[in-house]
């Protein structure tokens, strides 16, 4: 039942005091009014004291007709059209004023949240706003309201009489203290129940069809009347009622709340906002607040409820971290205010700074000092401004008393300045060997520098410990001694430090698509029109509209997304292909992964009629990362996981292996014999991991001959010339030389070619993974973007981009290389990811087509390890089972299923001539010669052309190299080169010694 939570507004209607109207000059203003139901019209007079030489104000609203304005019996002259009348009595005496109104409910349905308005008709009365002539300022009102019989009436009062007349009922509210407004709510449909807690009399006024209410209704509020004069001190009135509205208001006033029909009857609202409501009766309603300052009622009343009700179930931390994220995801440089400006709130950002914001000032204070003397202010605050406004500076009066210290820094930075710290820990410095297990770091703040207690909680064993830090620099430094080395130290886990949240405790979130102001929208080909209502909702961020296939990922990365259709091709392109949610609506919010700033929501309906039922209602569940909905009723929920707390990376405990559980090779090949799929990682150049790779396929191939070798040293273009070897047609030189073996891959073939002999021998399928050589490059040259429709065609349509692990460590390899300067991370990860995919996909492909078939994949370890690279990609497309073997890695948690470490295997490889070689207009022309180099040994000079090798003639590197492929060192090689001397040009036979 938390569904309606978020729709619900409570407010506390207050309207604006002038500055500088203090509650000594109020006046009293008598008002009787009577109330015709069937026209819902009210005729009143008001006769307010006139005090010689005082001003009067009397402000007009126009749905208020004025049938005349006396002074001193005397009618006064007054124009229709302006909208003040301001009157200076020369003696004393009394301002009569004659109105008539109807207050008919001509409101649009949609409109009904929030605001209530004045209706009188069937349902009822209820007269909130401006509802007879106001004179600006406070004055003590008596109100005498005629009624037909059978109604009852609530306004504000101590004690309400009644006397009934015939057919009617006069109803006589005597309030008296300055107020500036009165309210008045009358049905004939109410059942009256009556409580008293203390000499306090409680009143539930609920419709017949909801008086079943009342006793709970009335129960909380004797809880909450203990819980609030405990903290706060008596509560101010004789006479509390809760009273229900037809209108869907949530209203404190002074001696009663007013809350709709459509609230009351929500089973969490006497947990929470009857509490919030009765809280206003102090704040509010007995301490007014002085708006031209700044509205801190609102937080305060938020703190001591919402916030406290979820602190007695130790979830008080939550409820500070859901403030800090609303905080970062609606409140931006161009909306941010201070707190002394803020007046009531108008949308989300206004409410998490009114509201969320000042809670936190709040806690802080409390945090400060602790519950007994932070509530010994707040009584402060109560006893010194009874029925007078008191602004921010009047509260810091009473907390610097109560704290006995100066706060004028406090509240010049929380309450006269805008926006929330930026906190880091920077410069960590670990030395955790010896008796002392030092660490040394650095709070940060970035922009602003706040005056702050930091906390830090260190985790050693099972003890948890919580310091203080003093945090007032744009860097400050600390060093700890630690007794032994701690597993984990966090920074304000519970949220105590208004603060701007760290990426990592930011979940993604469809709060952050709401209040981002730079927003893509990828529009779907087809079907668009079924999503309009949400283009709709997120008109005012004046999103960019662009069809997908027009969306760059160079656009992606500037923005946060929205994505209309789970089957749009975009979604595939970033997050590789999903099967979509089984709802007719859903909404899934991730991390943008070009930009982990951003977030990309991915909106999938069934129909029309499914997402319009949805969209009225999302704004309500912004605090959500995923919502599924089935016609327009909420069926599933969730919120990403996010870090708790400024995390401290310390070095990981190192990791250990029980030498007890060590297996074999043959063992290990025993237990991955049975997976879809087994990967076996290698360094490219080691002859003794190939000799693993071989001795798994030789386990499985024992036990099921239908298997294949993936092998990631093969393009995709060149799978016909693969078949044609293993099976025979061709032989090893020609295959060498049409799969451009040396060109594409370039290792030693030696190191393969055992490999590549079993499966030539058992005619065992070899699966050429990888893409074109020539796309990977450009890729990571130029991204991703760069790529022709023509050279899209050749990449997979598929692919995941949001693995943030796997990024992480390419940085760390990208950052490694020297030669790293200059280039573009993001197209090198691209470039991998794209290779990983294209991979995947082979993989699948051809399992599709062989599904009775095992494979065995071949790749570069950084390919498999951990999964990131080939294993879970694959796994997204098809499901099946695999394992992971690792060759001589590193061992850590979660890097594969099994790490071998084999024994040294001595390989041969060919020879070498030794030499530099340029290959143009089909020339093989030497540049230069490596060290000790054989061939300039055996007189070669740079700028021969090789023409044959023992007489065979050679037209490519390839060539060279596949003869040689079949030399010995020690051999010798008749190497015949064309030498250009003095214009004049011969050739000449040099002996190599290889
Ligand atoms: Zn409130």
């Known amino acids: 039942m938390k569904l309606l939570q978020n729709t619900i507004f409570i407010l506390i209607a207050f309207s604006f005091f002038p500055s500088g109207i203090k509650a000594f000059s109020a006046t009293k203003y008598n008002l009787d009014v009577s109330i015709n139901i069937s026209t819902s019209e009210i005729t009143g007079i008001a006769r307010i004291d006139a005090d010689a030489g005082k001003e009067l104000l009397l402000v007009r609203n126009e749905t208020l007709a004025i049938n005349y304005i006396k002074l001193y ?101 005597d309030f008296p203290h300055p107020l500036d407004s009165i309210n008045l709510i009358a049905s004939d449909k109410y059942s009256v129940k009556k409580a008293t807690y203390n000499d306090v009399k409680v009143f539930a006024y609920f419709f017949t069809e909801d008086a079943y209410l009342a006793n709970s209704y009335i129960e909380f509020t004797k809880k909450y009347l203990q819980l609030y004069e405990g903290l706060l001190g008596k509560f101010p009135y004789k006479r509390f009622s809760v009273a229900e509205n037809f209108l869907p208001t949530g209203y404190s006033f002074p001696t009663f709340t007013l809350l709709g029909n459509t609230i009351v009857r929500l089973p969490f609202i006497v947990e929470t906002s009857l509490g919030h409501e009765i809280l206003h009766q102090w704040f509010g309603n007995y301490v007014y607040v002085d708006y031209k300052k700044g509205n801190w009622a609102e937080g305060l009343t938020s703190y001591l409820a919402d916030h406290l009700y979820e602190e007695q179930k130790n979830k008080g931390w939550e409820y500070r971290k859901q ?11 161009e909306n941010e205010f201070p707190l002394k400006d803020f007046r009531g709130r108008v949308d989300s950002s206004t409410r998490v700074i009114g509201y969320g914001k000042t809670a936190m000032v709040f806690h802080m204070l409390k945090m400060m000092a602790g519950e007994k003397v932070f509530f010994d202010a707040l009584k402060d605050v109560v006893k010194e401004n009874p029925f007078r406004m008191a602004s921010w500076d009047n509260l810091k009066e009473s907390f610097e008393k109560s704290y006995g210290q100066d706060l004028t820094w406090f509240f010049e930075q929380w309450v006269d300045g805008a926006g929330l710290p930026e906190i880091s820990i920077d410069d960590l410095n670990e030395d955790l060997y010896g008796i002392d297990n030092k660490l040394k770091f650095t709070v940060s703040q970035k922009g602003k520098v706040y005056r702050l207690t930091f906390p830090m909680t260190v985790y050693i064993k099972n003890d948890a410990v919580t310091k203080y830090l003093a945090v007032d620099k744009e860097k400050n430094s600390f060093e700890f001694s630690f007794p032994e080395r701690p597993d984990k130290i966090v920074f304000d886990e519970n949220y105590d430090v208004a603060r701007d949240l760290d990426p990592e405790e930011f ?9 981002d102001t730079c927003l893509l929208i990828a529009v779907p080909r087809e079907n668009a029109e079924i999503y309009s209502s949400f283009t709709e909702i997120f008109e005012s961020n ?122 074999k090779l043959s063992e290990i090949i025993d237990s991955v014999g049975d997976k879809k799929i087994v990967y076996v990682g290698e360094a490219h150049d080691l002859f003794a991991h190939h000799a693993v790779q071989l001795d798994v396929i030789r386990g499985i191939y024992r036990k099921n001959k239908k298997i294949a070798i993936g092998m990631e040293m093969f393009q995709r273009p060149f799978q016909e010339t693969l078949d044609s070897f293993t099976s025979g047609e061709m032989d090893e030189a020609a295959f060498l030389k049409k799969s451009e073996y040396f060109k594409r891959w370039g290792f030693d073939y030696h190191l393969y070619k055992p490999i590549l002999d079993f499966a030539k021998k058992e005619k065992v399928p070899v699966i050429a993974l990888n893409l074109k050589r020539e796309i990977v490059e450009k890729v990571s040259r130029e991204g991703l973007d760069s790529l022709s429709n023509e050279e899209k065609k050749d990449i997979p349509t598929d692919m995941d981009l949001s693995d943030n692990n796997y990024r992480e460590r390419l940085k760390k390899i990208f950052d490694q290389h020297k030669n790293a ?24 492909e051809f399992l599709n087509k062989n599904p009775d078939y095992q ?123 064309l030498r250009k001397d003095k214009d004049e040009e011969k050739k000449i036979i040099l002996d190599v010694v290889l």
């Open 507 to 515: 979940a993604p979130l469809i709060a952050r698509l709401l209040g």
């Open 542 to 663: 004046n999103p960019v509209k662009w069809n997908e296939e027009n969306i760059k990922n160079s656009d992606i990365k500037l923005t946060s997304l929205i994505i209309f259709g789970s089957d749009n091709p975009l979604a595939s392109r970033i997050f590789g292909k999903t099967a979509p949610e089984d709802a007719g609506f859903s909404f899934i919010v991730k991390e943008n992964p070009l930009n982990p700033q951003k977030v990309i929501g991915i909106i999938n309906g069934k129909s029309k009629m499914e997402v319009d039922a949805a969209s009225g209602k999302i704004a309500h569940y912004g605090k959500y990362s995923k919502l599924l909905f089935e016609n327009g009723r909420n069926i599933d929920k969730k919120i990403e996981q996010s870090g708790r707390g400024i995390i401290m990376d310390l070095q990981e405990d190192a990791p250990a292996v029980d030498i007890s559980t060590i297996k």
């Open 855 to 977: 494979i065995v994949v071949l790749a570069g370890r950084g390919h498999i390890e951990y999964g990131s690279g080939i294993p879970k990609r694959t796994f997204r497309r098809n499901g099946n089972n695999y394992a992971i073997v690792l060759v001589d890695a590193e061992i850590e948690t979660g890097i594969a299923d099994y790490v071998i470490f084999p024994r040294s295997v001595e390989g041969v490889t060919s020879p070498k001539l030794m030499i530099f070689l340029s290959e143009e207009n089909g020339e093989l022309k030497i540049t230069g010669f490596a060290e000790n180099s054989v061939s300039e040994k055996a007189g070669a000079k740079t700028g021969d052309i090789i023409l044959s090798l023992d007489g065979k003639e050679m037209k490519s590197i390839d060539d060279i190299k596949i003869y040689l492929l079949y030399k010995k060192t020690g051999e010798t090689v008749k190497v015949e080169v």
């Open 821 to 844: 300067e200059g280039k573009n991370f993001d197209f090198f990860y691209q470039s991998q990811l794209l290779w990983d995919e294209t991979m995947s996909q082979s993989i699948d």
């Open 323 to 333: 403030i800090l994220t609303d905080y970062k995801s609606y409140v931006t440089a």
């Open 73 to 173: 019996d005397k009618p006064i002259a007054f124009n229709e059209d302006n909208r003040t009348l301001r009157i200076v009595p020369d003696q004393n005496g009394i301002l009569e004023i004659s109105y008539k109104a109807y207050f008919r409910d001509n409101r649009e349905p949609r409109e009904n949240a929030g605001t209530g308005g004045n209706v009188i008709d069937s349902r009822g009365v209820s007269l909130t706003n401006a509802w007879y002539p106001e004179v600006e300022g406070l004055h003590y009102y008596s109100l005498k309201v005629t009624l037909p019989k059978g109604y009852e009436a609530v306004s504000e009062a101590e004690e309400i009489k009644n006397i009934k007349k015939g057919n009617t009922t006069e109803f006589y509210f």
